[in-house]
């Protein structure tokens, strides 16, 4: 069945490949999207069941994903030119101006603007929302191949194969079925938004993915490294600092918990050279942007309390950027330090799955970064949500473009499905346990 499941996802991609527009055909993505996604639900359950022969299954596995990556790479992007932005922005910036500080229909770069880039451009009003680590990668890529959506696409393509190469080595290094790396590498979500569609996400995936290895080879301050550097591609790396560096700094045959004083100082000190690496890369990752000031963010606030493609859980009941912003605060800071004896996969599974739903909106390629802790963690409510998310895209499917009311009930069911599950075994573990006594606190080492 797997072999099978592995062709249907490729003639999947490849009749996804031949439409020339995704909006205008936005029924036909839906469709053509969903039988991806069931071929990669079948392979994936085919796969774990299976077993086989660790190196034919893993070759079985790569061969499907590098096959409908490629299908998708020639292609341009249509369902958000994003990457149309990444090549405006770097020609600004070759033209020694800031994109921070200038939208497109500024006249200061009148004469920038072109036949083919300009007129795709969304959001023209607005200022750059990337932070300056996309904006080297924006120029770098510029710097080899000028005004090319293409090369665009190619660089992050790359970047995303660097995860999944790095997908296996986790595997691999945590002792898991070989098989697992399924669960990333076919998933469809990965394949159209960072192969169709070249959305940066693709170049946080290896220092998200790398930072966990990381952590779990008790390698501190490679993870501090890879999450600055990730972070200023795209901020939400930040969220996964505190539980990775915790993560890398156990040390063997010590609890999460330090008993005694001296411990707790000596834990502290431990954090303080990764977390001084983390500042000072961020740091001198802005300082070219000192001189700005505010506007070093360019139109990154706008973009927070104006956009409302597909607004998260909170935002949908409470319109408030600050009360969001902070909601998806205190669910990293709660995913990081509630200890129920989960791995760290499923507490990074948790904490990342959880601040996208909760973030101001919910774009589809935002749960890219999900996908590798799904591969470590399986959860068959989240691996569901990959495929509901891209319900979003119900928004071109009639004018004035909006997501139908049943599109976004569908799209969230496995949410609650996920919180329901939690919640019912969180009650069944605290009935077959019971209660303990707490032993007296040793006030002298508090």
């Known amino acids: ?65 590098l096959v409908s990556r490629l299908a998708l790479l020639p292609t341009l992007p249509t369902l958000s030119t994003d990457a149309y932005r990444y090549v405006w ?17 500024a006249p200061e770069v009148s004469r920038l603007r072109d036949h083919e880039i300009y007129p795709s451009l969304n959001h023209s009003t607005w200022r750059t929302i990337y932070p300056p680590g996309a904006q080297a990668f924006f120029r770098a890529v510029y710097a080899l191949a000028p005004d090319s959506v293409r090369a665009m696409k190619v660089g992050v393509a790359l970047a995303e194969l660097a995860a999944l190469g790095l997908m296996v080595l986790l595997v691999n290094r945590l002792g898991l079925p070989t098989s697992r790396v399924v669960v990333y590498a076919w998933n469809p979500l990965v394949l159209v938004e960072v192969w169709g569609s070249a959305h ?59 008993a005694t004083r001296a411990a707790r100082v000596a834990l502290a000190t431990r954090w303080t050279m990764p977390a001084a690496i983390f500042v000072a890369i961020l740091v001198l990752g802005y300082a070219p942007l000192a001189g700005l000031g505010r506007e070093a963010l360019g139109s990154l606030p706008r973009y927070v309390s104006e956009e409302y493609f597909n607004p998260g859980l909170l935002r949908s009941l409470v319109d408030h950027s600050a009360l969001t912003l902070g909601a998806v605060l205190v669910w990293a800071a709660w995913a990081t330090w509630w200890r129920d004896g989960a791995p ?20 589809p390629w935002y749960a890219a970064w999900v996908v590798p802790f799904l591969a470590l963690a399986p959860s068959p409510s989240w691996i569901a949500f ?23 009930a569908v799209e969230f069911t496995p949410v609650g499905l996920a919180a329901l599950g939690w919640v019912w075994t969180r009650r069944g573990a605290k009935r077959a346990c019971p209660a303990r006594v707490s032993p007296p606190r040793d006030f002298t080492s508090s």
Do not use: Q
């Not at 020609?91 to 229909?105: E, H, Q, T």
């Open 1 to 65: 069945m797997a072999p099978a499941a592995g062709l249907g996802l490729v003639a999947s991609v490849l009749v996804l490949a031949r439409l020339p527009n995704l909006v205008a055909a936005a029924g036909s993505f839906l469709a053509i999207y969903g039988a991806a996604f069931a071929c990669y639900v079948g392979g994936a359950w085919a796969i774990e069941r299976a077993g086989g022969a660790p190196r034919a299954t893993l070759g079985l596995v790569l061969g499907v994903a």
């Open 89 to 105: 922005d770097a020609r600004v910036a070759r033209a020694g101006l800031s994109p921070y500080a200038y939208p497109p229909v």
């Open 200 to 258: 940066l996400d693709g170049l946080v995936l290896p220092a998200v993915v790398g930072a966990t290895l990381a952590a779990v080879t008790h390698r501190p301050r490679l993870v501090a490294t890879l999450l600055a550097a990730g972070a200023l591609v795209k901020l939400y790396p930040v969220l996964l600092l505190p539980l990775l560096l915790g993560a890398a700094l156990e040390r063997k045959g010590e609890g999460s918990e330090p």
């Open 344 to 363: 760290l996969a499923a507490r990074a599974r948790r904490l990342a799955g959880g601040a996208t739903v909760l973030g101001p909106n919910v774009f």
């Open 386 to 408: 990959t495929g509901t998310v891209m319900l979003a895209y119900t928004f071109f499917l009639g004018t004035p473009w909006a997501i139908p009311s049943w599109a976004r």
